[in-house]
């Protein structure tokens, strides 16, 4: 069946690097996608989320890209704190009421 | 944001006991909620769709005699791992939806991890 997926099980950075997660996607139906945070023991944090009719939205620090030509979407972390690590996970919802469809989350470490 | 209140956190039980988990929306009714289940390093994997009144829509694969889920009113959703095994161990999460147009912006519970001995 049609799911959402993740290009790289972790991602290691540097404090105050920018990070890139990546997630590919194959419902082409799908209009909106969220990025979770999750740390451990806990359940998804939202950090940021973006329509099919946009391809770039920023939040604070956090950056969120889609292409829906390739079916990629991205989440862009500035200056990347170790409070930041955890496990980023793309979802997508391909019609309203229906339940999100998690991808496989990216492990963010960050050292100091 | 809403918020949605996971109880208990964690739980030890006993194989062929019966654990119930709560999922309450605090400040919002929930007209649908949605079950997931987490193993160690993997990604959420929806359950069940719970809607206030109504019987739920279990997921292939996921057994609705084990898994019962009970959805009496618009502000709490249990899920019930009925006779359970250690293979039912895992991290179980709930979020809750306000309607169709807050859909999109699920609020999740914290969570609650089984342990089956």
């Known amino acids: 069946g049609e799911s959402v997926g993740l290009h790289l099980p972790t991602l290691s950075v540097q404090e105050g690097d920018n990070s890139i997660i990546n997630c590919a996607y194959s419902n082409s139906a799908s209009d909106y996608f969220i990025w979770y945070k999750q740390e451990s023991g806990k359940g998804p944090q939202f950090i940021i989320d973006?329509?099919?009719?946009?391809d770039k939205r920023q939040g604070q620090r956090v950056t969120v890209l889609l292409n829906k030509t390739v079916k990629h979407l991205s989440l862009q972390i500035a200056a990347t704190q170790p409070g930041d690590s955890a496990v980023y996970f793309c979802?997508?919802?391909?019609?309203?009421?229906?339940?999100?469809?998690f991808g496989k989350g990216t492990t963010l470490s960050v050292s100091s | 944001g809403a918020v949605v209140s996971q109880h208990p956190s964690r739980v030890i039980c006993k194989s062929g006991t019966s654990v119930k988990i709560e999922c309450r929306s605090l400040?919002?009714?929930?007209?649908?909620m949605f079950w997931y289940r987490q193993f160690p390093k993997q990604s959420l994997m929806l359950m069940a769709t719970?809607?206030?009144?109504?019987?739920?829509?279990?997921e292939q694969g996921v057994e609705k005699d084990k898994f019962l889920i009970n959805h009496a009113s618009l502000t709490l959703s249990t899920l019930t791992v009925t006779s359970a095994h250690p293979e039912d161990s895992s991290f179980y999460i709930c979020?809750?939806?306000?309607?169709?147009?807050?859909?999109?912006?699920?609020?999740f519970g914290s969570g609650t991890q089984l342990s089956v001995l």
């Open positions: 973006i329509r099919s009719n946009m």
């Open positions: 719970s809607n206030e009144g109504s019987k739920a829509t279990y």
């Open positions: 979802a997508e919802n391909g019609q309203a009421g229906t339940a999100l469809i």
């Open positions: 400040d919002f009714q929930a007209t649908t």
């Open positions: 979020s809750a939806v306000t309607g169709v147009e807050a859909n999109e912006k699920l609020f």
